[in-house]
């Protein structure tokens, strides 16, 4: 089974210079319940933005550069490459960034989203989601809190056979 994970703004914004656009500890929350235990893909950016790998998931890093290492993490040199080292019946999360997301929509079976209710100016984008393809299994509204500076909501969409 593979999935996408992602958090993305109105216009489809999800970062810039390698940084998120907002903070919304839910969104961060659901990410460590979805994702605990399994294979997360990344492209090799979407990684350096972490403080370091996250923690009880295998990192899969995607890049083109050949000399790449990182202890304790598998890297690879293609989307292919990187689902191929993963597991027969193990759930994987392709967890960004913008041109990792565009090759795996072809080949995922689930978007778990966070819709974030507002636009953002953005150097990385989330690729538009087809309804011909994808189906909105699930939906939670979320408004926004002392926490959450934005309205969000969490959404399910399932690949139609």
Same mark, same amino acid.
């Given at each position: 089974?593979?999935?996408?994970?992602?958090?993305?703004?109105?216009?489809?914004?999800?970062?810039?210079?390698?940084?998120?656009?907002?903070?919304? *500890?839910?969104?961060?929350?659901?990410?460590?319940?979805?994702?605990?235990?399994?294979?997360?893909?990344?492209?090799?950016?979407?990684?350096?933005?972490?403080?370091? *790998?996250?923690?009880?998931?295998?990192?899969? !890093? !995607?890049?083109?550069?050949?000399?790449?290492?990182?202890?304790?993490?598998?890297?690879?040199?293609?989307?292919?490459?990187?689902?191929?080292?993963?597991?027969?019946?193990?759930?994987?999360?392709?967890?960004?960034?913008?041109?990792?997301?565009?090759?795996?929509?072809?080949?995922?079976?689930?978007?778990?989203?966070?819709?974030?209710?507002?636009?953002?100016?953005?150097?990385?984008?989330? *690729?538009? !989601?087809?309804?011909?393809?994808?189906?909105?299994?699930?939906?939670?509204?979320?408004?926004?809190?002392?926490?959450?500076?934005?309205?969000?909501?969490?959404?399910?969409?399932?690949?139609?056979?």
């Amino acid at each position: 089974m593979i999935k996408i994970i992602a958090a993305a703004a109105q216009n489809n914004a999800l970062g810039k210079d390698n940084q998120l656009l907002w903070h919304l *500890p839910d969104d961060f929350k659901r990410f460590k319940q979805l994702t605990t235990g399994h294979y997360i893909i990344m492209g090799r950016k979407t990684f350096e933005s972490f403080p370091k *790998p996250l923690p009880n998931r295998t990192h899969v !890093i !995607i890049t083109r550069q050949t000399d790449y290492e990182y202890e304790g993490c598998i890297v690879v040199g293609s989307l292919e490459e990187a689902l191929q080292v993963v597991p027969k019946n193990e759930e994987v999360f392709v967890i960004g960034g913008g041109e990792i997301y565009a090759q795996s929509m072809s080949v995922a079976d689930v978007i778990e989203l966070t819709r974030v209710h507002a636009d953002f100016e953005a150097d990385t984008f989330f *690729p538009e !989601i087809n309804v011909k393809d994808w189906e909105l299994q699930h939906e939670e509204h979320h408004a926004k809190d002392e926490k959450h500076l934005y309205d969000y909501t969490f959404q399910t969409f399932v690949k139609k056979s």
